[in-house]
C-alpha cells in the first residue's frame, strides 16, 4: 500500500497494488460529497438513451477520473461533478446512468 | 459568393467565448434573426480585413456535439455542411476552443474537422490559461490536429489581431471528410486524450477562485442566501430606476399629446393622435426600460457565470412542479413585467421546459397590476390591523402574490401530468468559470433585446392600441346624450353584451367595460373606471375609490382582484408568446386557460365572499 495524490482533488490518497488495488463498482449518483472515482461505463437507461449518449459525448468514457463536488440543497438533487476541467450539473436519474469504481481510502 | 468577399461561420462550445469573440471581429454590425420556423437565433455580423476583403461572420449556436436531439445543434451541422436551406456553405469555418477546458472542447473541434471543410481553431481565453499556468504547445497541437491553429483573448481590444491575419490570408486545406459512425465516435476521446498528454500541462485542473467561490455560492445555506440577497437587489434597481423612467416616457408622451393638442383642430383626428397614437406609443416605450434594466442584469448575471449556479439551487423545486432550474430567472423577471420574463426563456435549451415556461411567466403579478390592486384595496379593504402586526391591506396584496405563484405552480404541475411527452428530459447543464462581465458583451447584448422589443413588437402592440382606442370612442354619443361617451361606443355595447359572461362574477357591466381597454394594458382599467363613474379630476385619489365602495359590494372587489391576478392580459405579453414560440397555436392555449383559471377563481371568490356577507 502506497499514497498517491489524486489528479483531481489533490488529495493524498491511499491506494493499493494496482493487482489488489480495492475498488467499489457504485453509481455516480451514489457517491458521498468529495468523493473521486474513475468512470466504468454509461448505461443506456433504454433503448435509444439521448441523454447517455450526451454523457458520453461530454467525456463520461471509461477510464475518466470524476469527483462529486456539491450537492442540491433540496434531496442533494441535482449533483456537481467535476470531470477533467469541466463541471456538470447532473440530476439524479442522470448521474444514475453512469457506474464508476469508488477510491477506497 | 463575390471574388471579395468570404463566408466564415463561427461554431464553439458553449461557453467557449464564441459570443465574445464575435462580438470583437464584428463590432456592433451584427444582424439577429431567427432560423425559418424554429425560435433558434441566426447571427451574422460583418468586418474588413486589412487586404480590403469584406468577411462575413455567421455565428452558429454553441454545440457539444453533431449528435443533435436539439434543435440548435441540428440546424449548427446542416449550415456547416451546407445542407440548410437559403444558407450558402461556409468558406471557412472558425471553430472556438476554451484553452482552459481543452479537455471537453478538443472533441467537438475533431468532430467539426471530420466534416472535410477549410477549419482554423481559435484557441480562446488564452490570458486565463496562462493566468492559471495552462501551457499549450501550439506548434505541436496543430501539426497533430493538421489544422491552423490561432491563439485569442476574445475580451481583449487586439486580443483577435492574429486570427484576422490568418483569416485574411489563404484558405486552409480542408482535412479529408470522415464517416460518422458510432465506432469512430467513441474513438475520438481517445484522440483528445493523445493530444492532450502530447501538447498540454495543466497545474491544476480548475481555477482555484472557482472551487473558492462555488464552496459558497452552490452552499445549501449561503448559497440560498446569496441568492435571495442578489435577487433582492435587482428588484430594488428595477423598481428604483426603471419604474420612474417609464413613468418618465408615459408622462413624457402625455405631454406630447398635450402639445398636439394645442396644434391641431379640434374632431376625431385630434383625439386619435392624442389617445390612441401617443398614449399607446406611451404604454409600449413605457415598458422599455422596465425590460432594458431587468435584462442589464440578467446579463450581468449570464456574463459572470451566476446564472447557471442560481438553476443548479433551484432546479430540484423547479423540476417538482413541471419546470427547470433555469425557469426561475425568467419567472423572477415575470414579476417586474412578463415581456422580459417571457423573452428570457431563450436561456432555458430545452423546448418543452421552455414552453412551460412561457406558459405559466404570466401568472406572476407584474408591475402593471398594482394601479388596480391598490385602487381596489384602497378602496374597500379596511386599513385595520390582523392579529395585531401585520396591516389586513397588505395581507390581501400579499395574498394576491401568493395566488399568482401558486397558481403557476399548479398550471405547471398540470401541464406535466397532462403533456403528452413524459420522456425525461435532462439538466445536463455545464457551471462554467466566473469571469467579470465585459462592458462591450454586456452592451451589445442589451441593444439586441431592446431592438427585438422595439422592431417586432411595437407595431402590434402599437395598431392594437389604436383599435382599443377606436372601439372605445366609436360611434360618438348622440347629441344630448347624458353620461360618459364611452357608454355608447362599441366597447360600450361589447361590455353590455359581455356582462352577461360576467355576472356570475359579480362584474356589473362598468367592471366589464373598464376590462376591455385593460387587456391593452391593465392599469389603464382604472382609468376607464374613473370614466365610466363619470369621476372629475385625478383617477387615482379618493374620488374614484370612494365612488366604487357605494356602487358595488366587497365581494364583486375581491372577485375583481382574483381576476385580475389570473386573467390574461396584457396583448402585449400574448404578442410576445406569439414571438418568442412562433405559433399562434400557444397564444390560444395561453389566453383561453387564464381566461378558465380567472372565471373558475373569481366565480368561486364570489360566491363564497357573497356567503359571507
Same mark, same amino acid.
Given at each position: 500500500?502506497?499514497?498517491?495524490?489524486?489528479?483531481?482533488?489533490?488529495?493524498?490518497?491511499?491506494?493499493?497494488?494496482?493487482?489488489?488495488?480495492?475498488?467499489?463498482?457504485?453509481?455516480?449518483?451514489?457517491?458521498?460529497?468529495?468523493?473521486?472515482?474513475?468512470?466504468?461505463?454509461?448505461?443506456?437507461?433504454?433503448?435509444?438513451?439521448?441523454?447517455?449518449?450526451?454523457?458520453?459525448?461530454?467525456?463520461?468514457?471509461?477510464?475518466?477520473?470524476?469527483?462529486?463536488?456539491?450537492?442540491?440543497?433540496?434531496?442533494?438533487?441535482?449533483?456537481?461533478?467535476?470531470?477533467?476541467?469541466?463541471?456538470?450539473?447532473?440530476?439524479?436519474?442522470?448521474?444514475?446512468?453512469?457506474?464508476?469504481?469508488?477510491?477506497?481510502? | 459568393?463575390?471574388?471579395?468577399?468570404?463566408?466564415?461561420?463561427?461554431?464553439?462550445?458553449?461557453?467557449?467565448?464564441?459570443?465574445?469573440?464575435?462580438?470583437?471581429?464584428?463590432?456592433?454590425?451584427?444582424?439577429?434573426?431567427?432560423?425559418?420556423?424554429?425560435?433558434?437565433?441566426?447571427?451574422?455580423?460583418?468586418?474588413?480585413?486589412?487586404?480590403?476583403?469584406?468577411?462575413?461572420?455567421?455565428?452558429?449556436?454553441?454545440?457539444?456535439?453533431?449528435?443533435?436531439?436539439?434543435?440548435?445543434?441540428?440546424?449548427?451541422?446542416?449550415?456547416?455542411?451546407?445542407?440548410?436551406?437559403?444558407?450558402?456553405?461556409?468558406?471557412?469555418?472558425?471553430?472556438? !476552443?476554451? !484553452?482552459?477546458?481543452?479537455?471537453?472542447?478538443?472533441?467537438?473541434?475533431?468532430?467539426?474537422?471530420?466534416?472535410?471543410?477549410?477549419?482554423?481553431?481559435?484557441?480562446?481565453?488564452?490570458?486565463?490559461?496562462?493566468?492559471?499556468?495552462?501551457?499549450?504547445?501550439?506548434?505541436?497541437?496543430?501539426?497533430?490536429?493538421?489544422?491552423?491553429?490561432?491563439?485569442?483573448?476574445?475580451?481583449?481590444?487586439?486580443?483577435?489581431?492574429?486570427?484576422?491575419?490568418?483569416?485574411?490570408?489563404?484558405?486552409?486545406?480542408?482535412?479529408?471528410?470522415?464517416?460518422?459512425?458510432?465506432?469512430?465516435?467513441?474513438?475520438?476521446?481517445?484522440?483528445?486524450?493523445?493530444?492532450?498528454?502530447?501538447?498540454?500541462?495543466?497545474?491544476?485542473?480548475?481555477?482555484?477562485?472557482?472551487?473558492?467561490?462555488?464552496?459558497?455560492?452552490?452552499?445549501?445555506?449561503?448559497?440560498?442566501?446569496?441568492?435571495?440577497?442578489?435577487?433582492?437587489?435587482?428588484?430594488?434597481?428595477?423598481?428604483?430606476?426603471?419604474?420612474?423612467?417609464?413613468?418618465?416616457?408615459?408622462?413624457?408622451?402625455?405631454?406630447?399629446?398635450?402639445?398636439?393638442?394645442?396644434?391641431?383642430?379640434?374632431?376625431?383626428?385630434?383625439?386619435?393622435?392624442?389617445?390612441?397614437?401617443?398614449?399607446?406609443?406611451?404604454?409600449?416605450?413605457?415598458?422599455?426600460?422596465?425590460?432594458?434594466?431587468?435584462?442589464?442584469?440578467?446579463?450581468?448575471?449570464?456574463?459572470?457565470?451566476?446564472?447557471?449556479?442560481?438553476?443548479?439551487?433551484?432546479?430540484?423545486?423547479?423540476?417538482?412542479?413541471?419546470?427547470?432550474?433555469?425557469?426561475?430567472?425568467?419567472?423572477?423577471?415575470?414579476?417586474?413585467?412578463?415581456?422580459?420574463?417571457?423573452?428570457?426563456?431563450?436561456?432555458?435549451?430545452?423546448?418543452?421546459?421552455?414552453?412551460?415556461?412561457?406558459?405559466? !411567466?404570466?401568472?406572476?403579478?407584474?408591475?402593471?397590476?398594482?394601479?388596480?390592486?391598490?385602487?381596489?384595496?384602497?378602496?374597500?379593504?379596511?386599513?385595520?390591523?390582523?392579529?395585531?402586526?401585520?396591516?389586513?391591506?397588505?395581507?390581501?396584496?400579499?395574498?394576491?402574490?401568493?395566488?399568482?405563484?401558486?397558481?403557476?405552480?399548479?398550471?405547471?404541475?398540470?401541464?406535466?401530468?397532462?403533456?403528452?411527452?413524459?420522456?425525461?428530459?435532462?439538466?445536463?447543464?455545464?457551471?462554467?468559470?466566473?469571469?467579470?462581465?465585459?462592458?462591450?458583451?454586456?452592451?451589445?447584448?442589451?441593444?439586441?433585446?431592446?431592438?427585438?422589443?422595439?422592431?417586432?413588437?411595437?407595431?402590434?402592440?402599437?395598431?392594437?392600441?389604436?383599435?382599443?382606442?377606436?372601439?372605445?370612442?366609436?360611434?360618438?354619443?348622440?347629441?344630448?346624450?347624458?353620461?360618459?361617451?364611452?357608454?355608447?361606443?362599441?366597447?360600450?355595447?361589447?361590455?353590455?353584451?359581455?356582462?352577461?359572461?360576467?355576472?356570475?362574477?359579480?362584474?356589473?357591466?362598468?367592471?366589464?367595460?373598464?376590462?376591455?381597454?385593460?387587456?391593452?394594458?391593465?392599469?389603464?382599467?382604472?382609468?376607464?373606471?374613473?370614466?365610466?363613474?363619470?369621476?372629475?379630476?385625478?383617477?387615482?385619489?379618493?374620488?374614484?375609490?370612494?365612488?366604487?365602495?357605494?356602487?358595488?359590494?366587497?365581494?364583486?372587489?375581491?372577485?375583481?382582484?382574483?381576476?385580475?391576478?389570473?386573467?390574461?392580459?396584457?396583448?402585449?405579453?400574448?404578442?410576445?408568446?406569439?414571438?418568442?414560440?412562433?405559433?399562434?397555436?400557444?397564444?390560444?392555449?395561453?389566453?383561453?386557460?387564464?381566461?378558465?383559471?380567472?372565471?373558475?377563481?373569481?366565480?368561486?371568490?364570489?360566491?363564497?365572499?357573497?356567503?359571507?356577507?
Amino acid at each position: 500500500m502506497w499514497l498517491a495524490t489524486c489528479t483531481e482533488c489533490e488529495k493524498r490518497i491511499q491506494c493499493e497494488p494496482f493487482l489488489f488495488r480495492s475498488v467499489t463498482t457504485v453509481r455516480l449518483s451514489d457517491l458521498p460529497k468529495g468523493a473521486c472515482a474513475v468512470v466504468e461505463r454509461v448505461e443506456d437507461a433504454h433503448a435509444n438513451d439521448l441523454i447517455a449518449q450526451r454523457l458520453r459525448d461530454l467525456g463520461f468514457v471509461a477510464g475518466e477520473r470524476v469527483r462529486l463536488v456539491a450537492r442540491g440543497p433540496v434531496g442533494a438533487d441535482p449533483l456537481l461533478i467535476q470531470i477533467g476541467s469541466t463541471r456538470f450539473a447532473l440530476r439524479r436519474a442522470e448521474a444514475a446512468r453512469v457506474t464508476v469504481q469508488e477510491d477506497v481510502a | 459568393m463575390s471574388a471579395d468577399s468570404l463566408r466564415i461561420a463561427l461554431v464553439g462550445n458553449p461557453n467557449s467565448g464564441k459570443t465574445a469573440l464575435f462580438n470583437q471581429l464584428t463590432g456592433g454590425r451584427q444582424k439577429v434573426a431567427n432560423y425559418a420556423g424554429v425560435t433558434v437565433e441566426r447571427k451574422e455580423g460583418r468586418f474588413t480585413a486589412p487586404s480590403g476583403r469584406v468577411m462575413q461572420v455567421l455565428d452558429l449556436p454553441g454545440t457539444y456535439s453533431f449528435d443533435a436531439a436539439s434543435p440548435d445543434e441540428q440546424i449548427t451541422r446542416d449550415v456547416l455542411e451546407g445542407n440548410y436551406p437559403g444558407e450558402a456553405a461556409p468558406d471557412l469555418i472558425i471553430c472556438v !476552443a476554451d !484553452a482552459t477546458n481543452l479537455r471537453l472542447h478538443l472533441r467537438f473541434v475533431l468532430e467539426v474537422k471530420r466534416l472535410g471543410r477549410p477549419v482554423v481553431l481559435a484557441l480562446n481565453m488564452m490570458d486565463a490559461a496562462r493566468h492559471r499556468g495552462i501551457v499549450i504547445d501550439v506548434p505541436e497541437l496543430q501539426h497533430r490536429l493538421g489544422v491552423p491553429v490561432v491563439e485569442t483573448i476574445a475580451v481583449k481590444r487586439g486580443g483577435v489581431g492574429a486570427l484576422v491575419t490568418r483569416v485574411d490570408g489563404e484558405l486552409p486545406e480542408a482535412s479529408p471528410a470522415l464517416p460518422d459512425d458510432p465506432a469512430s465516435r467513441a474513438s475520438l476521446h481517445d484522440e483528445v486524450r493523445a493530444l492532450m498528454a502530447a501538447t498540454v500541462t495543466m497545474p491544476r485542473a480548475t481555477a482555484r477562485i472557482d472551487d473558492a467561490l462555488d464552496r459558497w455560492m452552490l452552499h445549501p445555506i449561503v448559497g440560498l442566501l446569496t441568492l435571495a440577497v442578489v435577487m433582492f437587489l435587482v428588484f430594488q434597481a428595477v423598481y428604483a430606476s426603471g419604474k420612474p423612467m417609464s413613468d418618465l416616457i408615459g408622462n413624457g408622451f402625455a405631454w406630447l399629446g398635450g402639445y398636439c393638442a394645442t396644434v391641431l383642430p379640434d374632431g376625431p383626428i385630434r383625439d386619435l393622435v392624442i389617445n390612441g397614437l401617443f398614449g399607446g406609443l406611451g404604454t409600449v416605450l413605457g415598458f422599455l426600460p422596465v425590460i432594458l434594466v431587468l435584462f442589464f442584469f440578467i446579463l450581468m448575471l449570464e456574463e459572470s457565470g451566476y446564472l447557471p449556479r442560481a438553476a443548479f439551487l433551484l432546479d430540484r423545486l423547479m423540476v417538482s412542479v413541471g419546470l427547470t432550474g433555469r425557469s426561475f430567472i425568467p419567472l423572477l423577471s415575470s414579476f417586474a413585467c412578463a415581456i422580459p420574463g417571457i423573452m428570457g426563456t431563450r436561456s432555458i435549451t430545452d423546448p418543452r421546459d421552455r414552453l412551460a415556461t412561457i406558459l405559466v !411567466a404570466p401568472l406572476m403579478t407584474c408591475s402593471a397590476r398594482l394601479p388596480v390592486y391598490a385602487l381596489l384595496i384602497g378602496a374597500f379593504i379596511p386599513a385595520r390591523r390582523v392579529f395585531g402586526l401585520f396591516n389586513l391591506q397588505g395581507v390581501v396584496l400579499f395574498a394576491l402574490y401568493v395566488a399568482g405563484i401558486v397558481g403557476a405552480m399548479a398550471v405547471g404541475w398540470v401541464i406535466k401530468r397532462i403533456r403528452r411527452d413524459k420522456s425525461e428530459h435532462a439538466l445536463l447543464m455545464e457551471l462554467p468559470s466566473y469571469r467579470l462581465p465585459r462592458v462591450r458583451d454586456v452592451a451589445i447584448g442589451l441593444w439586441e433585446r431592446g431592438t427585438v422589443f422595439l422592431k417586432r413588437l411595437t407595431g402590434v402592440i402599437l395598431a392594437l392600441t389604436v383599435l382599443m382606442w377606436c372601439i372605445s370612442t366609436f360611434p360618438k354619443p348622440p347629441a344630448g346624450a347624458i353620461g360618459p361617451a364611452i357608454n355608447y361606443s362599441f366597447a360600450g355595447y361589447l361590455g353590455r353584451f359581455l356582462q352577461h359572461i360576467f355576472a356570475p362574477l359579480g362584474f356589473n357591466w362598468q367592471i366589464t367595460l373598464s376590462l376591455i381597454p385593460a387587456f391593452a394594458a391593465r392599469e389603464t382599467a382604472v382609468a376607464t373606471l374613473a370614466t365610466v363613474y363619470a369621476v372629475s379630476g385625478d383617477a387615482q385619489n379618493g374620488g374614484l375609490a370612494h365612488a366604487l365602495a357605494g356602487n358595488f359590494p366587497l365581494a364583486t372587489a375581491l372577485s375583481l382582484l382574483v381576476w385580475f391576478a389570473f386573467a390574461p392580459q396584457c396583448m402585449s405579453t400574448l404578442a410576445v408568446i406569439r414571438r418568442e414560440t412562433n405559433s399562434w397555436r400557444n397564444v390560444v392555449i395561453s389566453f383561453s386557460y387564464m381566461f378558465a383559471v380567472a372565471y373558475a377563481a373569481s366565480f368561486i371568490t364570489f360566491q363564497v365572499a357573497r356567503l359571507f356577507s
